[in-house]
């Protein structure tokens, strides 16, 4: 089964405009991390922002923040003001502890394009 | 800022050949971990890394591949007898440790894009 959904494979956005990126998450563990990652066309892989299952409020991180709403599954990324060095691949991930050890799973991705 | 480095940043074998994937965590990290990325498609985890001895490995982490941490900085990944699927972008990361914790940041290499001929 899917860890990790996200439902755009693309999206495109107006410079300095806001974009949302979808991600929903299915875990049965009450302690878990859900992270943003860009891949640039460069490749490598650059840490955005984290949200814990606990965080009462959202992160917030610079122009990005992460709409967390646990009841629905959702870890959403939102970025403001939108820029073209924002164009990128976006992925969310999950990492997960039980008793069986640590799982980081990675979404498919979402190609991020900002328009001049 | 303390980054994890990764060498070769491309490496070209024949099929059958042995590779070596290089990589240096963040120095105070205690996790290490391989993944791989498939031209296209998502990052795939292979393998963690801690204490000197692997914690987790997926499936695709079969008997061709081996880890290794050599000294005290590097962490290698061995591919025994490459396969034309193998090619790959290849990402180390690391964390500080915390494995009875959620809320431990990987941080990735550049990657070692790894095409097998």
């Known amino acids: 089964a899917q860890k990790i959904t996200q439902t755009q494979p693309g999206m495109f956005v107006q410079e300095k405009e806001a974009v949302t990126l979808d991600c929903t998450y299915d875990?049965?563990?009450?302690?878990?991390?859900l992270f943003w990652y860009k891949q640039p066309s460069s490749g490598e892989m650059i840490f955005l922002i984290y949200?814990?299952?606990?965080?009462?409020q959202n992160a917030t991180e610079g122009r990005y923040s992460l709409n967390f709403q646990k009841a629905r599954k959702s870890a959403n990324l939102v970025i403001s003001a939108s820029q073209l060095g924002d164009s990128a691949m976006y992925f969310c991930?999950?990492?997960?502890?039980?008793?069986?050890?640590?799982?980081?799973?990675f979404g498919p991705g979402t190609r991020l394009s900002v328009l001049p | 800022e303390p980054e994890v480095t990764q060498t070769p940043s491309h490496q070209v074998t024949q099929m059958g050949q042995e590779v070596i994937l290089r990589c240096v965590p963040i120095?105070?990290?205690?996790?290490f971990y391989w993944y791989r990325q498939i031209l296209g498609q998502k990052v795939e985890f292979l393998v963690s890394?801690?204490?000197?001895?692997?914690?987790?490995k997926s499936e695709i982490f079969d008997d061709q591949f081996s880890v290794e941490r050599p000294d005290g900085s590097n962490f290698t990944l061995k591919i025994r007898s490459t396969k034309l699927e193998d090619s790959a972008m290849y990402f180390c990361?690391?964390?500080?440790?915390?494995?009875?914790?959620?809320?431990?940041?990987?941080?990735f290499g550049p990657g070692t894009r790894l095409t097998v001929l």
């Open positions: 875990t049965s563990d009450q302690s878990y991390g």
């Open positions: 949200q814990g299952s606990y965080d009462e």
């Open positions: 991930a999950m990492r997960e502890v039980d008793t069986y050890g640590q799982n980081f799973v």
């Open positions: 990361a690391s964390s500080e440790g915390g494995r009875e914790t959620s809320t431990d940041t990987q941080y």
């Open positions: 890394f801690y204490n000197n001895e692997i914690s987790e």
């Open positions: 120095s105070n990290h205690l996790y």
